[in-house]
């Protein structure tokens, strides 16, 4: 199995930074898809930031306040939130899609990470 391990999430005043990171751990043969998702109280799960299908892309509400990149070399992704705003406050999941080496063989996975909080105070 691949199990993505997330970190960073915390408490920050509006205007502040948060940086997360994300690292998936496993006989991980290839990363087709990585990125963040977020969950608000009473809202629905939303793409972030997310490298999708060879491209990047971010949705439009935190453009030009986050950057997401990649070490290809240690599967793993940040997330660098600047400006932050009180209703950037929600759950952040991170996500990945691919293909591990199991039992079987070459077999696709695709992993949620445990969630991280980030609350953002007014």
């Known amino acids: 199995q691949v199990q993505l391990v997330e970190s960073g999430g915390g408490l920050v005043q509006a205007g502040g930074s948060l940086r997360l990171s994300c690292s998936a751990t496993g006989n991980i043969l290839s990363i087709n898809t990585m990125g963040w998702y977020r969950q608000a109280p009473g809202k629905e799960r939303e793409l972030v930031a997310g490298?999708?299908?060879?491209?990047?892309n971010y949705a439009d509400s935190v453009k030009d306040r986050f950057t997401i990149s990649r070490d290809s070399a240690k599967n793993t992704v940040y997330l660098q939130m600047n400006s932050l705003k009180p209703e950037d406050t929600a759950v952040y999941y991170c996500?990945?899609?691919?293909?591990?080496?199991?039992?079987?063989?070459?077999?696709?996975?695709?992993?949620w990470g445990q969630g991280t909080q980030v609350t953002v105070s007014s």
């Open positions: 996500n990945a899609r691919g293909e591990y080496r199991s039992t079987w063989g070459r077999t696709t996975f695709g992993s």
């Open positions: 490298f999708i299908s060879g491209s990047t």
